[in-house]
């Protein structure tokens, strides 16, 4: 049977489509069609700014950037003055990514990107890019929120790289079809409808038997998670997605994403490079405790 005959091409979407035997580029539409390319490296000459703390984080407050503003404000919490940072918005949708001081310190072009201006051992700054790299490695530097036994380290280690694998499908798969592609495909919301829905249970099932995703412990597998399932769990995500998903089913999902959210250092670290919601919990950029009462984006439109 040829693929004509198994896929007749008058039922491919649009009608007609036929893949060709060498792929091209070609416009796609959807929400992020005018940043989408098929090659890496810089699009323009841009040096990146550097603040007056150790740590320079190069983000926008998506989850994955989340993640990384929770654990520097949950490090600051627990004492670690060290953990100071800038937080530098970089507006995707603007192409900064693309600048060639970004690409320097992400080779692939996206937040979040930690550029660590006093590492352990001194000398030049060291580049930390994909945001659970940046977990552990401010975990380690600063010896919190990773348990130090085996047992613990490995299952927060083990749900840490859960996340890595199952988000894309999540939000690459699942909200970009729900959400931002340019038509609604019928297999491509049902095939990851069907995935997110397994990985909910999975979460679920998990948080049964485990106050925190590493059992007893908070640790960075939590602050990976939450930004993305927690958040799907509170109706927070591609428009009508919770409902569509019927979220409130997983009732350990729940109670986990709302013990999460009470913790004042997750609360800010969601602010930090957010520019889209309320604009009283918008901080675009963070450079001092103090921002977060100051130069929220409602005390900077109000200016």
Partial sequence: MTDTEKFPPEKNLPAGYVPPKVWTNTASGGAF????????????????PVGKHPLQLYSLGTPNGVKVTIMLEELLAAGHSGAEYDAWLIKIGDGD???????DVNPNSKIPALSDHAPKGGGAPVRVFESGSILVYLAE????????????????????????????FLGGGFGHFYAYAPVKIEYAINRYA???????????????DNEYMAGSEYSIAD???WPWYGRLAAKGAYDDAGDFLSVEEYGNVQRWRKLI???????RGSMVNRTFGDPAKQLPE????SDFELKTQDKISAA
């Fill in 223 to 225: 602050m990976a998670i």
């Fill in 141 to 168: 530097k600063f010896g919190a929120f990773l348990p130090s036994d085996l047992r613990g380290r490995t299952e927060a280690m083990n749900w840490l790289f859960w996340q890595m694998g199952s988000a894309p």
């Fill in 97 to 103: 990514q693309f600048g060639s001081g970004f690409v």
């Fill in 33 to 48: 069609a005018s940043i989408n390319r098929p090659i890496a490296g810089p699009t323009h000459d841009k040096d990146l």
């Fill in 261 to 267: 959210g009470a913790r004042p250092a997750a609360e």
């Fill in 286 to 289: 963070r450079h001092d405790a």
């Fill in 194 to 208: 069907m995935e997110v829905k397994r990985q909910m249970d999975v979460l679920d099932r998990h948080l049964a």
